[in-house]
């Protein structure tokens, strides 16, 4: 949970509810790990009880739907890998709002908005953003359909094989 920047996800949005009074909720989908509690404590700090929504673990089946219905897949991590949910939520017409850590930017490209994920002001007004500005909306939408059909299992394999066809010519 402390690698998703949950807690700092929960203040921004509780600061953008607020000042903004959307009408929006926050759903954190996925089974509780390490820190859950933190997750639930900064809830209760914030007073969005029964603002923010815990649905649990959604299977593979149920996702485009989830990301489909979201106007913002807001993803502030401090630690990922290759950040498949990212590509999940562009393919489903979703604005990515994300950090700029890692690997997210070379997965994301201009495709997504970044925020600064240590900053809760810099998530709060990329939030706000993210759901304000129809331009911007529009335009992250496109790009995000774009850039996730720039990935594919069958592009992943066949680069894969490439790369290892060349290491052997040069053990050749």
């Known amino acids: 949970q ?11 949005f509780a600061r953008v509810k607020c000042a903004h009074r959307i009408p929006h909720r926050l759903v954190l989908a996925g089974r509780d790990g390490w820190g859950a509690d933190l997750v ?59 950090s700029s850590l890692f690997s997210i930017p070379e997965v994301a490209g201009d495709a997504a908005l970044y925020v600064d994920p240590y900053d809760v002001d810099s998530m709060a007004a990329g939030l706000w953003r993210a759901i304000d500005d129809q331009a911007l909306r ?5 790009q995000g359909r774009e850039r996730a059909r720039s990935f594919s299992w069958q592009r992943m394999a066949e680069d894969t094989v490439a790369f290892y066809r060349k290491l052997g010519q040069r053990g050749s």
């Open 2 to 12: 402390y690698r998703k920047n949950l807690s700092r996800l929960i203040e921004a």
């Open 40 to 98: 639930y404590a900064a809830v209760r700090e914030q007073g969005m009880e029964s603002e923010v929504l815990f649905p649990g673990y959604v299977p593979e089946g149920d996702l485009p739907g989830l990301y489909a219905g979201a106007d913002v897949f807001a993803y502030p991590s401090l630690h990922e890998g290759f950040g498949i949910p990212l590509l999940e939520a562009m393919a489903s017409g979703t604005v990515v709002m994300t």
């Open 138 to 142: 529009t335009d992250l939408i496109a």
